[in-house]
């Protein structure tokens, strides 16, 4: 029987742990805070930053939302984070993305303090998890690695292959892995013989974008699966990169959707947001 890796209930667990430190933090008189930007109204974002907001919320984070119309230049909106930069109140800074087109994403991402940077998207934070120093990792990628660990999952010298190779996840979650001593191949739309590469891993990240992609063609025995899919099916119900059904029976562990990878996700934004102080006292 393949372990189901319930990524609700480890991101409950991370959020009580997260809770008690910042409850230590208020005891000590610092009140962590997070600004989170949206700009425009894309109903997806809505719903994440409103997740976000009720995440805060429970760990006891304070959370300043801005939530600007579509018409905002980017000249605003890099004035605001300018000011969040250089308020001693506010830990962490998040710019909900997409942002629209008439904006600059990379200059949105890089006027951000790389010390207040939670989401990990940064050059310098990148650049840090690259040559193995210390900074803020991308919370999806960092979310399945506790995933992973949490399920006692081993990753030293397993065959790792990551399916995607996005800014956001596949390329964190590749460095992420070979951090933890994995062998690590990264795969994509270009990749000649995908099957045959995906068949060879140990422990397989679906991050392509395709609705139930992958099949148990492309699945070795007793692997472990990590999918990080979500699509809206027409008869309504989410589905991810896999084809859980189809590749149940093969596999030794993999994460469901909804409920795997997911939740992960904000619960490592907490982490994040927590991480900032000390991050802000060093150096
Ligand atoms: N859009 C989709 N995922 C993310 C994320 O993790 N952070 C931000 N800021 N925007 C996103």
New binding site residues.
Partial sequence: MAQIIDGKVIAGRIKDELKGRVADYKAAGVEITLAVIQVGCDPA?SV?VNNKKKACEYIGIKSLAYELGDETTQEELLKIICDLNNRDDVNGI?????VPKHIDEDLVIKSINPKKDV?G?HPESVGALCIGQPGFV???PAGIIQLLKRSNVDIEGKECVVIGRSN?VGKPMALLLLRENGTVTIAHSRTKNLKEVAKRADILVAAIGKPKFINKEYVKDGAVIIDVGIHRMENGKLCGDVDFDDVIDTVSAITPVPGGVGPM?IAM?MNNCVESVEIQRSK
């Fill in positions: 974002s994440y998040l710019v909900q993305l997409p989401d998207f991308s919370c999806t956001i996700t934004l």
